[in-house]
């Protein structure tokens, strides 16, 4: 079974509006953190937002915020008023326990944007 | 400061050689990290390092592939006998501790096996 969903392969969205990106995942750990990182066609993975298990408020950076539910288990990137330069691939990511580093991914999705 | 670099940035070599890639992390960052992206997919976790720790080898597909880390902080990633499916791009990972939240990842590798 797949631990990190992302059902959108790829997504147009016209410029300022916005956007967001879909995460559900798979754990039975009570203690566990998701990220999402955005990786532009340069290839390098930049990391955007972080959310831990246990964070009673949903995760915000700048016009990053990240849509938590925990019962529903997603963890839907939001982006507010998109700008062209936030076209890229995106990320969910998932690092299961207190102590176990590796990070299980998702397939990514392919966000443009149109001007 | 300086983020996590990786050379070269890209390599073209032919089937049966070897290749070295290097990573150098984030000054002070003691947990390295090194994944694998084929086209079109998510990342595929290869090797840990902590410190001086004995490294996490358990990603490494076969017994081509091997990494190691000179003095806690550049890495080296060895591909032997190179193979056409060993084409992808390599990226390379940092963090303060194992135990910290966020993976600052430099601009990868892009290998092409011909």
């Known amino acids: 079974a797949q631990k990190i969903t992302q059902t959108q392969p790829g997504m147009f969205v016209q410029e300022k509006e916005a956007v967001t990106l879909d995460c559900t995942y798979d754990?039975?750990?009570?203690?566990?953190?998701l990220f999402w990182y955005k990786q532009p066609s340069s290839g390098e993975m930049i990391f955007l937002i972080y959310q831990g298990s246990y964070d009673q408020q949903n995760a915000t950076e700048g016009r990053y915020s990240l849509n938590f539910q925990k019962a529903r288990k997603s963890a839907n990137l939001v982006i507010s008023a998109s700008q062209l330069g936030d076209s890229a691939m995106y990320f969910c990511a998932m690092r299961e326990g207190r102590s176990n580093y590796q990070l299980i991914w998702g397939a990514g999705t392919k966000l443009i944007i149109k001007p | 400061g300086a983020g996590v670099s990786q050379s070269p940035s890209n390599k073209v070599t032919e089937k049966g050689k070897d290749v070295e890639l290097r990573c150098d992390p984030i000054s002070g960052h003691t947990a390295l990290y090194w994944y694998r992206q084929s086209l079109g997919q998510g990342l595929e976790f290869l090797i840990y390092f902590q410190g001086n720790s004995a490294p996490d080898k358990s990603g490494l597909p076969s017994d081509r592939f091997s990494a190691e880390r000179t003095g806690g902080s550049v890495s080296t990633l060895t591909i032997q006998r190179t193979q056409q499916e060993d084409s992808a791009v390599y990226l390379c990972?940092?963090?303060?501790?194992?135990?910290?939240?966020?993976?600052?990842f430099g601009p990868g590798t892009r290998l092409t096996v011909l």
């Open positions: 754990t039975s750990d009570p203690s566990y953190g």
């Open positions: 990972a940092s963090s303060l501790a194992q135990r910290t939240d966020t993976q600052y």
